[in-house]
């Protein structure tokens, strides 16, 4: 069977400039979100000593954090790259057409780069003995039933996540523009609320992967890309065929 090179993306021009320059603002963005959103965690955890398992304040300053930061990197890259700063959302938008196949691999890697510099640059300046495991995620054994259950945390806080992508960046119908970037925000935040006292709350391989790769932190790594990869698919699948392809109101 021949492979279809322009549906897929395989074609020079689909790889072309306009890809690279989108890939570079997706390393950027990926890079920075890591800093702010792992910084945010080392200075709590490390700096200050709080444990936002425990303390509402460490978890709500990690929290708002990593919503203001992704906020920002959505906004900065949105009229680039689309502004995904996540595989899982770039998944969901291969997978549903949104993306060809070609640009989203090249999107995937320079998320996954951008996330390795930017947990590069906090061990840089941070001391050993505040550093810790540099904001890589954990399960917490002692509020989860299994592994298992790490991994329905994840589905779940992605599904949020890339349905509301879907809602209000992907759909042309949707609240586009400046409402985009602040709804996802807001719904990172609110997911973190919920799901760092239980596994982090990753909802994206890139984030995980950064801080896990430089300070080798590799336990139960693999929930962090099946969990965000699989509520990625599913909720690009229902917001695209039950709601992105209705007919038009009158």
């Excluded at 300046?125 to 945390?153: C, K, R, W």
């Excluded at 990753?202 to 099946?226: I, K, Q, T």
Aim: some cysteine.
């Amino acid at each position: 069977m021949a492979i279809d090179a322009e549906r897929l993306g395989l074609r020079a021009e689909d790889l072309g400039e306009r890809t690279w320059v989108a890939a570079l603002a997706e390393l950027i963005g990926t890079m920075l979100f890591v800093f702010l959103g792992c910084g945010s965690v080392v200075i709590v955890v490390g700096v200050i000593e709080a444990s936002p398992a425990s303390d509402p304040a460490a978890l709500t300053a990690i929290a708002v954090a990593h919503g203001l930061a992704i906020a920002i990197m959505v906004a900065a890259a949105a009229n680039i790259s689309g502004g995904h700063i996540n595989p899982a959302v770039t998944c969901a938008a291969v997978l549903t057409g949104k993306l060809k196949l070609g640009p989203g691999i090249v999107y995937v890697a320079a998320q996954l780069a951008g996330a390795v510099i930017g947990a590069l640059l906090l061990k840089l300046i941070f001391i050993d003995s505040v550093e810790g495991s540099l904001g890589a995620h954990a399960l917490n054994d002692a509020a989860l039933d299994s592994t298992g259950a790490g991994v329905i945390v994840e589905v779940v806080l992605t599904f949020v996540l890339v349905y509301v992508v879907f809602a209000t960046a992907m759909d042309p119908r949707g609240a586009a523009g400046n409402i985009a970037p602040l709804a996802i925000g807001f719904a990172i935040l609110i997911d973190h609320l919920v799901g760092v006292p239980l596994t982090g709350a990753s909802m994206n391989p890139a984030r995980s992967f950064g801080p896990a790769l430089v300070a080798g932190e590799w336990d139960d790594h693999w929930v962090f890309w099946v969990g965000p990869l699989v509520g990625a698919a599913l909720a690009g699948l229902v917001y695209t065929f039950a709601f992105m392809n209705r007919p038009d109101s009158d």
